[in-house]
């Protein structure tokens, strides 16, 4: 718990999702309490990708490149087919230009959560575990939770309760809200192996079998690997008694890789599933306690501190002023809709890569290697694949507070990474985004009515010389950007007249979630 003993927000599961909620609130003022019913964090993972948005999210709290020194960046994906590699493709810098972590990073959810759990209690907040929630009631002003920890049971009052608890979430039980979709026939297995071969050189390796799945995820010591596959169904059946010997042979054979020790080894089903709410009351449902789906694509982990990040500032703001709840109301309908166009399109990729028809492994052992390297080469599906898999073309121009569009950027579409040539370190415009507040951009010419706005609404105005660059990222010079506190744009306004910024921000109970004095970009030269 927090060094006052008394918190608003109470987190139930310390995975990176809750973890992150907690490092954002504590972030934002709020005191929060954070509980897991593990006694240890976990030394054991299946998540390893660490996506460019998310990286985004972290450098906005100062932990991206903690992230990024302490992780792997992919330079390659390698394709496998036959025992032999068919194909080899540079993704090391497929999002250059659209963000400042352009590479696929690779870092393990055990270490990742250490990281976490590190930084939090740097800011005087620890884990609180083992530390069970048996059950809660929201009676529409406070939520009363029942704690257990080692036969001992607390209860105590919280202002929201956070569901981060996983797919078997007791928050989702008491809310009692559907967990409706399915789980896939195929068993699969995760190794953290030491070994040596042609797939151990850093780079990304998949062997695209007739009827299996194994991959090989690149780790940052040297000679160190995550092997990640499908278990044949006669080997399936005992699968409570399966052992690395039962399915090394096809690491071996397949890829090439000659296995020196294994650390650990587990096996696990893939799952489908979104909740039908995300929010009942005071209480809500993020990451796995909210949505599961396959792991392709590496989405599962950073669509959960999506989850986080969009919430933290929602809460925030509805605890520092009591209007300001509604925005609460925009968290379900942002999230939920991606969570569901995630779980279709991941079941989509996990479908073809898996099944066993004629047509499908054709698909996958002829034309996906044949054609995947000339592909990559053209820029149009580099910046598609990327802006795709690394979440930075979540967008939420369906939420009602999205309104407007300048130039090519709408209302709910992530802010564009551009370069301003702004002093320091970071010469981007998202060297603002550090003060998890709301802001106004503008790139160009900032009038007088629109400094006199930033002023009496205490939200800071950062306006950025315009350069020829910032048209092809889709912004209009001169145009107006209300930028939520994660980075995502309310309002967008080719006029720079303050009406509309003032009648948003009426209509919506916004105010600035910080009370310091407004802070400027500055014109910059």
């Not at 139930?12 to 934002?28: F, N, S």
């Not at 972290?58 to 490149?65: D, F, K, M, R, V």
């Not at 800011?123 to 809660?136: N, S």
């Not at 090519?408 to 507040?437: C, E, I, Q």
Request: glycine share 10%; proline share 5%; aromatic share 8%.
């Amino acid at each position: 718990m927090d060094k006052s003993g008394q918190a608003d927000v109470l987190i139930a599961g310390a995975g990176p999702t809750g973890l992150v909620l907690a490092l954002w609130l504590t972030k934002l003022g709020v005191h929060v309490r954070i509980v897991d019913k593990a006694a240890e964090p976990g030394t054991t993972s299946r998540a390893l990708a660490v996506q460019a948005r998310t990286l985004e999210f972290y450098q906005q709290i100062g932990l991206a490149q903690a992230v990024v020194d302490r992780g792997h960046k992919v330079a390659a994906l390698n394709l496998w087919v036959k025992s032999a590699r068919a194909a080899r493709v540079p993704i090391g810098d497929l999002g250059q230009g659209l963000t400042p972590f352009a590479f696929p990073t690779i870092f393990p959810q055990d270490e990742h959560e250490r990281l976490l759990i590190a930084r939090l209690s740097e800011l005087g907040v620890e884990v609180e575990r083992p530390v069970e929630l048996t059950g809660f009631e929201d009676d529409g002003r406070e939520i009363r939770a029942t704690l257990n920890r080692a036969g001992s049971e607390e209860t105590r009052t919280y202002a929201y309760l956070a569901g981060c608890d996983g797919a078997r979430s007791k928050v989702r039980e008491v809310l009692d809200t559907g967990f409706p979709g399915g789980t896939y026939d195929h068993l699969f297995y995760v190794a953290d192996v030491e070994a040596a071969g042609p797939p151990m050189n850093g780079e990304l390796h998949i062997d695209l079998d007739d009827a299996d799945f194994l991959a090989v995820f690149p780790l940052q010591d040297t000679g160190r690997a995550r092997l990640i596959g499908s278990i044949r169904e006669d080997a399936a059946k005992d699968h409570e008694h399966l052992e690395f010997d039962d399915v090394r042979a096809r690491a071996m054979q397949n890829l090439k890789v000659d296995v020196k020790r294994v650390n650990w080894f587990s096996t696990y089903r893939v799952h489908h599933r979104v909740a039908h709410s995300f929010r009942r009351g005071r209480a809500f449902l993020l990451g796995d306690a909210a949505h599961i789906h396959s792991p392709v694509g590496g989405q599962g982990m950073n669509t959960g501190i999506g989850d986080a990040v969009n919430l933290a500032w929602k809460l925030a703001s509805s605890l520092r002023e009591p209007f300001s709840a509604a925005l609460l109301d925009s968290y379900e309908p942002e999230r939920i809709a991606f969570a569901q166009r995630l779980v279709a399109t991941t079941d989509r990729a996990f479908t073809a890569v898996i099944s066993p028809g004629a047509w499908a492994r054709l698909v996958r052992t002829k034309a996906v290697p044949a054609l995947a390297p000339a592909l990559f080469r053209v820029p149009a599906v580099r910046r598609l694949a990327f802006r795709t898999i690394s979440q930075i073309a979540v967008n939420y121009r369906a939420s009602s507070l999205s309104v407007g569009a300048a130039g090519k950027v709408h209302g709910g579409d992530r802010l564009p990474w551009v370069w301003v040539g702004m002093p320091g370190a970071d010469k981007s415009n998202f060297a603002a985004l550090t003060s998890l507040d709301w802001q106004i951009h503008i790139y160009g010419h900032a009038g007088g009515e629109i400094r006199a706005l930033s002023d009496r609404r205490k939200i800071p105005l950062h306006v950025f010389a315009w350069r020829p660059a910032m048209e092809g990222s889709g912004l209009l010079r001169g145009a107006v950007y209300l930028v939520r506190p994660d980075g995502y744009v309310a309002m967008a306004s080719p006029d720079s007249s303050p009406e509309a910024i003032d009648g948003y921000l009426d209509q919506r109970k916004i105010r600035a979630l910080t009370s310091s004095p407004v802070a400027r970009g500055g014109d910059v030269l």
